[in-house]
């Protein structure tokens, strides 16, 4: 455990190292220019092509900037196996380190009460994780975002949101694991189907909930700002029946140079927010449309449906843990000192399997939002009408998504459509909406300000 702490500090010391030594001076070579452009090709007339206006598209990006998304892109597939082997490491310490089992007899010192136990379990279980994954979490989430010019904070407004990430969990998961290891006790060999409706009755209240309790502890929201844009938002929320005081913007340059947007939340806390990223680096066509996305979701009702698939999907995945938990325990229960599938101590186990099925189903989960997705987009097209704003927003996307990946690579590791998809979407929309008032338009002078 020393040399684990050892680790761990000689790791955060990198971290700093490594955030200095690669604070770039500034992140215009890896972003697109502010403002909307238009390549000719993408120019309405009679000689108008959707490939050639799609290829004219795609190259706004120099090509180092798409080697650089490529190899960011390509580094997250590696990093997902990694992440998962790493997973499984850390259960191993936590089982054949005995830490499982002295964190159960602590617990079952505090309380024989069964849910009381459990709970206490829980709680040392979600601490030793964030521990023991800290070495993993700081190179992926901070150092490798700071490497592509991805993260705008330093070591300590990152760990300080980790900490804050750490205090949810500790609030959340040992409710969940109390509610599930009630259902393994009475249940039986059918906890799996309780299991999974707790999943998704806890899937429906965080989603509810994070909007008002959780994402204000990380940024600031509030309503979208004075404007021109606001306008032309709440215009397009009107059109679309969507409350028009549910349109908020938050500040997630503390965190990223990402643009991005969001509709979160579940009935009466649903709402459509911008970044302040989107708002700062875009012009007003790329926040229609990419708005005329996210009012998609919310219109096709996706939050719900999407909480409906995947619960299913997370079912699929508790019967399969069920079958190899049993099998798994009976085979090394007793050596590593675990009683049976009620034992809080054999938790670590029970997550290794499950994440071994949610590794393998990564295909699936990123293929049932991704086709969400689509969706978005088609409904984003028509609701705001703004095709080359879709595109250039696309394409400032793909400054971090590989923009034109293989079919499989596509359907095993997007869980959106590609940059590709999204133009040539978008450039085939415009081939049959040739009026459309933008593409039309003489540009604004790029970059304004
Ligand atoms: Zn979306």
Same mark, same amino acid.
């Given at each position: ?25 500034? +992140? ?14 993408? =120019? ?54 005995? #830490?499982?089992?002295? $964190? ?62 750490? !205090? ?7 409710? @969940? ?26 899937? #429906?209240?965080?989603? $509810? ?46 965190? +990223? +140079? ?12 649903? =709402? ?22 996210? $009012? ?57 399997? @499950? ?14 939002? =991704?086709? $969400? ?18 595109? !250039?927003?696309? !394409?400032?996307?793909? +400054? ?26 978008? !450039? ?22």
């Amino acid at each position: 455990m020393r040399l684990f702490v050892a680790f761990v500090l000689l790791l955060v010391c990198a971290a700093f190292v490594t955030s200095s030594a690669s604070a770039q001076p500034a +992140t215009t070579k890896r972003d697109l220019p502010p403002g909307l452009q238009i390549p000719d090709a993408a =120019r309405p007339g009679p000689t108008f092509d959707v490939d050639r206006a799609t290829d004219a598209y795609l190259n706004l990006l120099s090509p180092e900037q798409r080697a650089s998304s490529d190899a960011y892109f390509e580094g997250g597939y590696w990093l997902q196996l990694f992440a998962f082997l790493y997973g499984l490491l850390v259960a191993g310490v936590l089982l054949r380190g005995g #830490i499982s089992r002295r $964190m159960r007899e602590l617990a079952r010192r505090v309380s024989r009460r069964p849910w009381l136990s459990t709970w206490i379990y829980a709680l040392l279980f979600v601490g030793a994780l964030f521990v023991l994954n800290l070495p993993w979490s700081i190179y992926a989430d901070f150092v490798r975002e700071h490497q592509y010019g991805l993260a705008t904070q330093d070591f300590a407004g990152w760990f300080g949101d980790a900490l804050k990430g750490l !205090m949810v969990s500790a609030i959340v998961l040992p409710l @969940l694991l109390v509610a599930i290891y009630a259902a393994v006790r009475r249940a039986g060999p059918r906890w799996w189907v309780w299991a999974s409706l707790i999943g998704f009755a806890f899937a #429906i209240f965080a989603m $509810m909930l994070a909007p008002v309790y959780v994402e204000p502890l990380f940024n600031d929201y509030k309503p979208l700002r004075e404007g021109a844009v606001r306008e032309a938002v709440l215009s397009l929320a009107r059109a679309n029946q969507i409350p028009t005081d549910h349109v908020v913007e938050f500040d997630a340059s503390r965190q +990223t +140079t990402r643009i991005s947007a969001n509709v979160a939340g579940f009935a009466g806390t649903t =709402r459509v927010a911008l970044n302040d990223n989107l708002l700062e680096k875009t012009s007003q066509p790329e926040i229609k449309a990419v708005l005329g996305h996210e $009012m998609g979701h919310y219109v096709l009702n996706h939050g719900l449906r999407g909480a409906i698939y995947i619960s299913l999907l997370l079912a699929l995945g508790f019967w399969f843990t069920h079958r190899l938990f049993d099998a798994a325990l009976a085979r090394w229960g007793n050596s590593l000192g675990l009683e049976d599938r009620a034992d809080p101590a054999a938790l670590p186990l029970a997550v290794a399997i @499950l994440s071994l099925f949610t590794f393998l189903a990564t295909p699936i989960a990123n293929s049932i939002v =991704r086709q $969400m997705e689509a969706e978005a987009d088609a409904y984003g097209l028509n609701a705001a009408r703004e095709p080359n704003g879709f595109a !250039m927003a696309a !394409m400032r996307l793909s +400054t971090y998504r590989k923009i034109h990946p293989g079919y499989l690579e596509e359907v095993v590791f997007y869980d959106h459509p590609s940059g590709y998809a999204r133009v040539h979407g978008s !450039m085939l929309w415009l081939k049959e909406n040739q009026d459309n008032p933008t593409a039309n338009a003489s540009l604004p002078p790029l970059n304004p300000k």
